[in-house]
């Protein structure tokens, strides 16, 4: 008897070890992995900070079920070392088994992950890098921050047609730095501009004041800057120590250097500055009003535009897993994702079907005071700008 009921123990505890391990494998199928990548630490840890805290707040509005499949997001710090962005992607492709990467601080991140993007047939969706030729390094590759030629070219047109005839450039010595002056330079120098003075300062840890003195030196009526998103505040305050802002001479460039979310810490000095960028916290749509407003009860701060690329990106991977109905695999989400348009709090944006870009309005805005806070006041709009460099292919 107790032979037999042993037995029947041993059967029944097999029979429930099965059907949990059946249930625990339909459990993981039902699980849709997001690996974000991001610099949590280091000079661009605003940049991981937004995209997350943008993400969490996506998904607190909309679910964590898209489709039938629990979304999963397993998030990595690669301090913005594409070594470690490249180790990273890797284990979470091969050990995670995710369906998706994203995030990608810097253009050298986006790169070393890019191969294995291609190798693995899984979509990786650039929530902040801004070289143009990014999408071009694999076939999976979707981009929903902005490309630096899509604003550096507007406000180079803006600095000629505004009277600006001398420019002394200060650009990070990267991939988007020497995107962002080369489109500059070609507009603003076509339309009759000189550039007297060019620096390029180092991407980690620059210090900026022996070169803010070259460019006080030239004399020029504008500095044309373009440093990652995380350091405009370094700037500005060396920008000040060197007596820049009493000096006449005016900031312009694409937005990163005046980011919102570091924008209230830069003070007086940064009043003025205008840039060409996608996106203002101070975007006037009902939208944007909501994301500002849903953030920063979130978050205590406000959203720059890192944020906006982490928020338009969760919602390019939903809706995706939706219009696919449910599939995972790396060629139908693509395929879902190409051609997607919607309604982002920066206003009206998609996805180019055939570069795979994103398509926006780039709005050129000045710094100024609102309510007592620092805002970059949008005062005319370019819509539906495509990136230049692919434009001309």
Known sequence: ????????????????????????????????????IVPMTGGQASTGKQIDNAIKLYMQQN?????????QVILKDDAALPDNTKRLAQELIVNDKVNVIAGFGV?????????????????????????????EKSPYIVRTSFTLPQSSTIIGDWAVKNGIKKVATLTSDYAPGNDALASFKERFTAGGGEVVEEVKVPLQNPDFAPFLQRMKDSKPDAMFVFVPAGQGGNFMKQYAERGLDKSGIKVIGPGDVTDDDLLNDMGDAVLGAVTAH?????HPSAKNKEFVAAYKKAFNSRPGFMAVGGYDGIH???EALKKSGGKTDGDSLLAAMKGMAWESPRGPISIDPETRDIVQNIYIRKVEKVDGELYNVEFQTFEAVKDPGKAKK
């Open 316 to 318: 390019l991977i939903y």
């Open 1 to 36: 008897m107790f032979v037999r009921n042993k037995t029947l123990t041993l059967a029944a505890s097999a029979a429930l070890a099965a059907a949990a391990f059946a249930s625990g494998a339909a459990r993981a199928e039902d699980v849709f992995k997001i690996g974000l």
């Open 63 to 71: 679910g964590d079920t898209v489709a039938g499949k629990k979304i």
């Open 107 to 135: 253009t050298p991140a986006a790169f070393a992950a890019a191969p294995l993007a291609t190798q693995g047939k899984i979509p990786e969706v650039v929530m902040a890098a801004g070289t143009s030729i990014i999408t």
């Open 278 to 282: 996608m996106y203002s916290a101070a």
